[in-house]
């Protein structure tokens, strides 16, 4: 059985996948290449490369499940990204996702700025709503807590 996508997933040839790069900013990269990337429009685009050739991500793709958890994530209540679109290059074995960013600052650069032990037990409780919540993130990291507004 397939993930079925809550967005359309759009197939696009190599050459457009190319320009997509090409005219955006880097912001992540891994020894493979780009992963995150900052475009013009003020969005950003997530890539997402399948690591091994027998992979449950041939019936569930990384980039539809990373969209189907934000939406998942805004049932819930937890401010998250907003997914526009997900796109399919089938020559570069890459799928991206482009989505509008949390408005806010990155908890890691705040917590730079000020390690204040208040800060600290606020992130403690966001983690322990996401949990109480049944959300478990694997990969999280003060890198991807936006803190806005007061609130994490």
Do not use: W
């Not at 079925?4 to 457009?16: F, H």
């Not at 955006?24 to 992963?35: F, H, N, Y």
């Amino acid at each position: 059985m397939f993930l079925k996508s809550i967005l359309p997933i759009q197939t696009i040839t190599a050459e457009v996948f190319d320009q997509r790069i090409a005219s955006a900013e880097l912001i992540v990269a891994d020894r493979i290449g780009p992963k995150v990337m900052h475009l013009d429009n003020g969005n950003i685009i997530k890539l997402f490369r399948r690591k091994r050739a027998i992979s449950s991500a041939l019936f569930a793709p990384y980039a539809v499940r990373f969209s189907n958890n934000a939406f998942r994530l805004k049932e819930l209540d937890i401010p998250t990204i907003t997914p526009i679109g997900i796109q399919h290059c089938p020559q570069r074995k890459t799928h991206i996702v482009e989505y509008q960013p949390l408005p806010g600052e990155l908890l890691r650069g705040l917590l730079q700025k000020d390690g204040s032990e208040a800060l600290f037990q606020q992130t403690a409780e966001f983690i322990a709503e996401l949990h109480n919540k049944g959300i478990y993130f694997r990969s999280l990291h003060f890198e991807n807590i936006v803190y806005h507004d007061g609130r994490l």
